[in-house]
Nanobody
Framework: QVQLVESGGGLVQAGGSLRLSCAAS????????MGWFRQAPGKEREFVAA????????YYADSVKGRFTISRDNAKNTVYLQMNSLKPEDTAVYYCAGSTLAIVPVGSRNYNYWGQGTQVTVSS
């Protein structure tokens, strides 16, 4: 089992950048495919990005491709989401999640573990 704690959210102007971090407990972090999701008020949770266990494969939602970068440091048990060129529509609570599936999933139902989320607000 793994516990996930996100940090790095905040208020930023449109066009700005933030880097989210997700620290995982336990010694098996490298066994998990990791993902970032977000949920805006009144909307369903949506996929943002995912990364394989070793970090050699990454996946992105079309809405963030070219602006966001997911990465991980297995030695530090941490996954990151670098967010550049932020837009007001990126405003949401961002969650990191871990999956024990052999493939890297993009659906939230395929993730076993979730953090509590961190708020990102982008002002226009």
């Amino acid at each position: 089992q793994v516990q996930l704690v996100e940090s790095g959210g905040g208020l930023v102007q449109a066009g700005g950048s933030l880097r989210l971090s997700c620290a995982a407990s336990g010694r098996t972090f490298s066994r998990y495919n990791m993902g970032w999701f977000r949920q805006a008020p009144g909307k369903e949770r949506e996929f943002v990005a995912a990364i394989s266990q070793s970090g050699d494969r990454t996946y992105y939602a079309d809405s963030v491709k070219g602006r966001f970068t997911i990465s991980r440091d297995n030695a530090k048990n941490t996954v990151y989401l670098q967010m550049n060129s932020l837009k007001p529509e990126d405003t949401a609570v961002y969650y990191c999640a871990g999956s024990t599936l052999a493939i890297v999933p993009v659906g939230s139902r395929n993730y076993n573990y979730w953090g509590q989320g961190t708020q990102v607000t982008v002002s226009s």
